[in-house]
């Protein structure tokens, strides 16, 4: 399994990005794709999650700074996640991560930097 991340960049405070990740491989159809995220000289932070279910909407989960702000999504045909950032700020700006995880294995993304700042 190998996933591609893509979309970051550099923005100003209260723009909008969309990260992509695009997972290749053996995908099973029960999983949970989502981000993290790594700013300079702070552990690793859980953004948002969505787990997939064989039938209904993927369950998805954010973390308190993101709120409101981030939105999740997944596209099962591609197996590719999406994250959408409106209104960033200045303390978004990090490495964001995608992972995969699937039965006992857990895979990830190469990273795409974000950056926020005037």
């Known amino acids: 399994v190998q996933l591609q991340a893509s979309g970051g960049g550099l923005v100003q405070p209260g723009e909008s990005l969309r990260l992509s990740c695009a997972a290749s491989?053996?995908?099973?159809?029960?999983?949970?794709m989502g981000w993290y995220r790594q700013a300079p000289g702070r552990q690793r932070e859980l953004v948002a999650t969505?787990?997939?279910?064989?039938?209904?909407?993927?369950?998805?989960n954010y973390a308190d700074s993101v709120k409101g702000r981030f939105t999740i999504s997944r596209d099962n045909a591609k197996n590719t996640v999406y994250l959408q950032m409106n209104g960033l700020k200045p303390e978004d700006t990090a490495v964001y991560y995608c992972?995969?995880?699937?039965?006992?294995?857990?895979?990830w993304g190469q990273g795409t930097q974000v950056t926020v700042s005037s």
């Open positions: 969505s787990e997939a279910f064989l039938t209904g909407e993927p369950i998805t």
């Open positions: 491989g053996s995908i099973f159809s029960l999983n949970i």
């Open positions: 992972y995969l995880r699937q039965g006992v294995n857990t895979y």
